[in-house]
């Protein structure tokens, strides 16, 4: 498919879009604003509506050109929010709900309420939220309690719905002039479209938070609340859990990118600091005890998130629509990476790490929430193994298997990318999937969560070699760095995939010799050459990121 026939901005707008963003973080959301925001644990809802007015018109990105909006596509989003989580993780939280709410309708309203929702919501003067989560329910949207009761006129037709319950963790719910709220009709789980002051509908009080302060988070309860008809997504009654489920992938992958952007911004105070500090005689960059343990492998695993980030909004924007798995897979690597990023980075620092005005523990305490919202890691792990495992059984292996041949016709090509490793990962990813399903281990969830953590890095692990050995066939500048970042990172995903095997032979639930005869089958030895040369590839990407 040509570049042509993807959903999207042009490069040139994009490139527009994100340099309006970086302004921002000059002005609107400077580093003193940020600071008093979360300080003082105030939503800056000012600031975010002049983000949706109309000299910025930031919400226009995601909304289709025959509404008034850009029609900008997964790729330019994710590239968008990343940048605004580089600035604030609060504030990036703050215009996400607007995304999240606004998507119930972008892919389930009738043609009438897409002229009139979408457009109002270009006009720039409405702030929208999305309004799912229960207390009781949690992650799992079967188990909604808000009932919405449908209401007949004197012809016996439905006129409307009342609705009734209680919404917890409501981004900007306390201050959203538009909610999209799932509630359970006598059909199923259904959208409607809420606005504020309707009779009955309360925004409470935000939730005191550990990090994201500049954000509100807030309950909402509806008491009889009445909506007409015209205000249920979709016209039709029972669609909520498709629709929902439509956006998944799509949402998971803009988390990833908030993410992703943490992640970034940690290593982009860490960085410079290591450069000026000196310790016993040189600089902090200098030392491969500081580069080795808490720079360098974050940059690999960031630089790996943002690959595979890239490729699955490629693929959105291809109209794979489809692609919960791969949102799952971005969201738990790139936020439990970026947590881990965040984490060292404020050790990086030593005690300034610890200090409010260096920034890096604020990303810390933000950060955190990317791990738990649009379903925790725990939530991902089971999305992944559970469709994984059923697609590669399904397949008969050649899900994986078109993997691993992937990558050896490519280490035919680009011999030091790492790629080898990643097919021998990906061929005992496979033989453990088949050892799993055949001794019925996939029983056990622990095991699963096991599988999940194979599977989530040989993909992730396949885009950045794919990455790398583009940039290579096209003799990129930044070839050399990223093959580099490919083979350390090789050496990450073969020690996983090799110590789950290890552990999922060795549950208990095999006897000694099918154990050691797993290890075998899977070239478990072989897998442990991964790591070979690791030092100077570390030493390598080092003089790159701190150009030494």
Known sequence: MSDNAYRGLDLESRQMVVDTVRQLGKKLLSKENIRKWDKEEVFPEAEIREMLGPEIGLQLLFIPEEYGGMGGGARDCCKVTEETAKICLGVATGFFAIQLGTDPILVGATE?????????????????????????????????????????????QIKGYRITGSKQFISTGGYADIVTVLASTPQGPSFFIVEKGMEGFKQHKGEEKHGIRASNTSPLTFDDVFVPIENLIGGEPGKGLKQANQVFGYTRLMVASMGLGAGKAALEIAIPYAKERIQFG??????????????????????????????????????????????????????????????DCMQAL??????????????????????????????????????RWKTSRKSKGAFYGDMAEEMTALDAKVADAGCRFYALAADALNKTIDLAHNNRLTRQQALMFDLADMMIHVEVGVSLARKACRLAQANDPEAEKFKAMARVFAGEVTQVVGEKALRIAMSGELDAAAAQQHLADIAYTEMLAGRTNWTKDMDRIADFIFER
């Open 112 to 156: 009438a309420q897409k002229e009139k929702w979408l457009g109002r919501i270009a006009e720039g003067g409405s702030l929208v939220a999305y309004a799912v989560t229960e207390p009781g329910a949690g992650s799992n949207l079967a188990a909604l309690k808000t009932k919405a009761e449908p209401v007949t006129g004197e012809d016996g």
């Open 350 to 387: 030593g005690g300034y790490g610890y200090i409010c005005e260096f920034g890096v523990e604020k990303i810390k305490r933000d950060v955190k929430i990317t791990c738990i919202y649009e379903g925790t890691s725990e939530i991902q792990q089971s999305i992944i193994s559970t469709f």
């Open 282 to 343: 040189t600089t902090l960059s200098e030392k491969q005890g500081y580069t080795h343990k808490l720079i360098v492998p974050n940059a690999v695993r960031m630089a790996a998130a943002e690959a595979y980030i890239d490729d699955v909004a490629h693929m959105l924007d291809g109209s794979e629509d489809d692609l919960q798995v791969e949102g799952a897979i971005g969201k738990i690597f790139a936020t439990e990476a970026a947590d881990r990023a965040a984490n």
